[in-house]
């Protein structure tokens, strides 16, 4: 019974022809120990990152498209409820087109994590890590740390600020270091472990109160509360479930090295 | 929409389950999908709980600052649903100057919700999909872990459901609680939720609805265009702006707050923070009432009452004379030199026998038109391409004048004898050099001066959100009005001076 | 590449070998990953379909809420009366892959006796498992020292797979829960 796990779909859209995420730019990352927001141990320990491989773009509409055509059950027509909210790509003019209000170029927003899995299962990928991604996006054009510098800062609230009411700009914003594209100011970014950070819904309960929610230990204490640039990223993802799309929740895929 | 209710069938606001030892009315936890949870199973025991709701389930009427809904008039514990939607908005703080809010219900503050003591509040958070954060809602008057907090974490686009019972009467401020709590109050993410007692509030005239908050810009006060939230001055407390229901002017010129002579005033006053505690006072009454930090207990006979971030208080007074009550924070740069100001217009024969003075309001305000900034636009545009004639410079002059200057020197430029000194004919002008002319806006002006044949000495800041051009155009409308001499200031002029910096101290006088 | 567990509704429909109606769009049978039982068979979590399931994440090294959970589920199983109480299947899936061979799952059923064949104790791949978690709503995360944070509920399903109710009451019974528990073995 239940015979339709699927191990070998993925090879049927890797042989597709015209799968444009073949495309796609991946650079190298070092890893290494990163003191994260969130201590690995909820005390102090920096959370070790192995070596992996980042998407240098987010994933565009004009890529999405692509995705769903080859992969119709990501159809917004067609998709589980389970795996996507009614919002799923509801932005774009047609299950199949994209039209004014979702370009090319712009980053697709409006989907799921189920989604955003799905389409990084397809270019042989997957979502990074929380970890992964806070390590990429403290970089900036000539460090691959710059959080202690308030410039780096100031430009990730100044996102913030910006309300939503205007068109998302096009990917391709200018390389950090590692050459990578658009982390901050663009978009918020799935990650794979978005439901690994257990920030409690109140921010104000973080230490010691919350022993007995979870197991073994108190919901993640945040560490450099007055970082809280990244802190409001934690935040927006742990408001977050699975099947949940929002205006400006896109992604990028990771592979390993 | 269906599809909604399937999201929230999955439950699961992060971050919640509980393990043994929580009690099972965790206002935090929330209930198995598709059922309501209700605390009425100890009902007998409980102040303040009237046991179940009664009757049809009730929509709350949302007040809109600084309006407060009706009183509630009923007689029995209901069910009363409140549809509170966030809204992340661009609007004006002050005159040509924007600020990002975050809302409760597109105001700042927040709607005001009324309900009465016993009652079960089943509340709906919606955070609207044209925004970019998650909120949440901690309301003071629940009883409960976070205030609801946890409960109603909500992602863009999406809706949170939790139901508390109102046990305590009182007035409550409600505020956003998602990380960094701090940024979301200080963009105007507060309101209050009133809690009427079972035989409800004596009848007044008036019911207003006003809260107190700090504003963080990266700009200086009044300094023009879209201005950031800046986390620095918010963590050192050093607000921009002080303001009465989030904008400058909220509460004055067309905005007053208005009664007759005779008529019994009611005001709920929060402070939402994030920081400053309020010294509110109503320049001109006294409060007859002061239900100090909202709770059960009126102070008498009250001028000024301290109201602490995140608290509230009640104060019920009688106008008994007409004219223009200013609401203040006493602590009083912040009334004028960051916005903390509103007015109480009372209208009505005058009472001779209780007050005969000369009215004060005009000190406060004076006539600010409403803001037309656009003579100043095409003076800029003019100077740009090099053609600002002398007459758009006077005209945008005028309007900086009413949106800058007119506040102490008053829209004729009659100033205020004694305190703050007469543009109009004035005899000190018409002696100064250029250079000084100039060095009185860009670096303020201290210390006895004699005007026209009156002392003053008084101390005028610096306006250094000005721009050179800005300063151009209002000294030279100055120059041109209220039978002064005559002349023209250029932007290259002030740039000069702005250049040389303050004079030192003792070469002024 | 081992992880494709996003089952597609379209395939489904070619496949109806297994199930007579088409799976609700709102079933979390909908996932197609595959979970291993303490007797080491393997098997599509859609194999769960036509009973009802309550359902949990635990891990077998954890000794603080775990056991608690699990004495939960018992003690709501009790409180249904025969015979509707053979008709409600219990699983719980770990969350810990390393560390919860097959072997590992099968002793500690024993120790805690949990009887096959009303108790299915299970693990899959560690992708497969976070997105298990991120379907039914739960949260975990590894710590350095091999243990987890987790979030602790109970969720109950309908015999097509669809999230009926939960509950994070653990250590004693939440008679709301048990009701819904109840209504749907009667109904299913």
């Known amino acids: 019974m239940g015979t339709f796990v699927m191990r070998w779909a993925w090879l049927i859209v890797g042989l597709g022809a015209a799968a444009p995420s073949l495309a796609a730019n991946y650079v190298p990352l070092p890893g290494g120990s990163f003191a994260s927001v969130i201590a690995a141990d909820n005390k102090t320990a920096p959370a070790q990152i192995a070596p992996f491989r980042l998407r240098t773009e987010p994933v565009t509409n004009a890529e999405f498209l692509a995705f769903v055509t080859a992969h119709p059950e990501w159809r917004r027509d067609r998709v589980a409820s389970v795996f996507a909210d009614g919002q799923y790509l509801s932005h774009w003019a047609s299950p199949d087109t994209l039209g004014a209000d979702a370009l090319p170029r712009q980053p697709v927003t409006r989907v799921s994590w189920f989604a955003a899995q799905a389409f990084c299962q397809s270019e042989q990928a997957r979502l990074p890590t929380w970890y992964e991604w806070e390590f990429a996006a403290a970089a900036d054009a000539h460090r691959p740390d710059a959080r ?110 | 929409m269906k599809l909604l209710t399937t999201i929230l069938s999955f439950g699961c606001v992060l971050a919640l389950a509980a393990c ?123 009883t409960g872990p976070g205030g609801g907090a946890a409960s109603s974490f909500t992602a863009p686009g999406h809706e949170s459901q ?304 000005l721009t050179d051009d800005e300063v151009a155009n209002i000294l030279t409308f100055v120059l041109n009005s209220w039978g002064n001499p005559g002349g023209q200031i250029s932007k290259e002029e002030v740039a000069k001076v702005r250049a040389a910096g303050p004079p030192a101290p003792a070469a002024g006088h | 590449m081992k992880r494709l567990w996003i089952a597609c509704l379209s395939l489904l429909l070619l496949a109806p070998a297994f199930a007579a109606a088409p799976l609700p769009s709102d079933s979390i049978y909908q996932l197609g990953v595959k979970l291993t039982d303490q007797q080491g068979h393997s098997w599509p979590l859609s194999e769960r379909r036509g009973r009802v399931q309550l359902v949990t994440m635990f891990y077998t090294s954890c000794t603080m809420v775990c056991p608690m959970t699990v004495d939960t589920m018992k003690l709501t199983r009790k409180a249904i009366d025969e015979p509707a109480r053979d008709k409600l299947d219990l699983l719980a899936v770990s969350f810990d892959p390393a560390r919860d061979s097959v072997e590992a799952l099968r002793r500690y059923a024993d120790k805690r006796q949990l009887d096959a064949p009303h108790w299915t104790l299970a693990r899959g791949d560690s992708q497969d498992v976070r997105a298990l978690s991120a379907l039914l709503g739960l949260q975990y995360r590894q710590l350095p020292d091999g243990d987890y944070n987790h979030s602790t509920e109970l969720i109950l399903l309908d015999p097509d797979g669809r999230i009926i109710a939960r509950t994070s009451i653990i250590g004693r019974l939440d008679p709301t829960f048990v009701e819904a528990v109840r209504k749907a073995l009667a109904t299913g």
Not at chain 2, 100 to 114: D, E, H, M, Q, V
């Open chain 1, 148 to 257: 202690g510098d308030p410039a780096w800062r100031d430009r990730i609230l100044s996102w913030y600020t910006r309300p939503s009411n205007t068109a998302l700009p096009l990917v391709g914003g200018d390389p950090d270091v590692h050459g990578v594209r658009d982390l901050n100011g663009l978009i918020w970014e799935w990650v794979d472990d978005f439901n690994a950070l257990l920030v409690s819904g109140d921010n104000r309960d973080q230490d010691g109160a919350d022993k007995l929610r979870f197991c073994g230990a108190g919901a993640a204490n945040l560490r450099e509360k007055e970082n809280y640039a990244t802190l409001m990223r934690v935040a927006m993802l742990s408001a977050l479930k699975a099947a949940d799309t929002t205006n400006n929740m896109g992604f990028r895929c990771a592979r390993p090295k």
């Open chain 2, 20 to 142: 043994s030892g929580k009690p099972a009315g965790d206002a935090a936890t929330p209930a198995a999908a598709g059922q309501t949870q209700a605390s009425a199973s100890q009902a007998s025991t409980t102040p303040g709980d009237f046991g179940p709701p009664q009757g049809e389930p009730i929509h709350a009427v949302l007040g809109v600052p600084p309006n407060v809904p009706p009183p509630i008039n009923r007689n029995y514990p209901a069910k009363v649903i409140v549809d509170l939607e966030v809204i992340e908005k661009d609007m004006e703080i002050s005159e040509g100057v924007t600020y990002t809010y975050w809302t409760f219900g597109g105001t700042t503050p927040g709607s005001f919700i009324r309900v009465r003591q016993g009652d079960t509040v089943e509340f709906h958070l919606k955070n609207s999909p044209t925004s970019k954060m998650p909120h949440n809602i901690d309301l003071h008057g629940v």
């Open chain 2, 162 to 465: 939790f139901t508390f019972k109102a046990l305590n009467p009182g007035i409550f401020v409600y505020h956003c609680a998602t990380a960094p709590v701090g940024m979301h109050i200080g963009n105007g993410m507060y309101g209050l939720i009133l809690i009427e007692p079972p035989e409800g509030l004596p009848k007044v005239d008036h019911e207003y609805y006003i809260m107190q908050g700090d504003f963080y810009t990266t700009g200086k006060y009044r300094e023009k265009g879209h201005q950031p939230f800046d986390m620095d001055k918010a963590i050192d407390e050093h607000p921009t702006y002080v303001l009465f229901n989030g904008h400058e002017g909220s509460l004055t010129g067309d905005n007053a707050l208005t009664a007759k002579v005779g008529e019994s005033v009611r005001l709920f006053v929060g402070n939402g923070g994030p920081n400053l505690v309020s010294s509110f006072h109503v320049i001109g009454a006294i409060f007859d009432k002061v239900y100090y930090e909202g709770g059960k207990h009126a102070q008498e006979n009250v001028q000024t009452t301290l109201i602490p971030a995140g608290g509230a208080m009640m104060a019920e007074f009688h106008v008994r004379v007409p004219g223009s009550y200013v609401l203040v924070d006493h602590s009083i740069f912040r009334a004028f030199n960051k916005g903390a100001l509103g007015i109480l217009k009372v209208d009505g024969p005058e009472n001779k026998a209780i007050y005969s003075g000369k009215e004060v309001d005009a000190v406060y305000l004076g006539d600010r038109a409403e803001p037309n900034l656009q003579a100043v636009a095409v003076a800029a545009q003019a100077h740009a391409t090099g053609t600002l004639s002398k007459d758009e410079q006077i005209a945008a002059g005028k309007q900086l004048f009413t949106g800058t200057c007119s506040v102490c020197h008053q829209a004729n430029g009659e100033g205020l004898e004694g305190v703050f000194p007469p543009l109009a004919k004035s005899d000190f002008l018409a002696k100064l050099s250029k250079e000084d002319l100039i060095g009185i806006p860009l670096h303020g002006h201290t210390g006895k001066i004699t005007v026209n044949g009156k002392d003053y000495d008084s101390v005028m800041p610096p306006m250094g959100q």
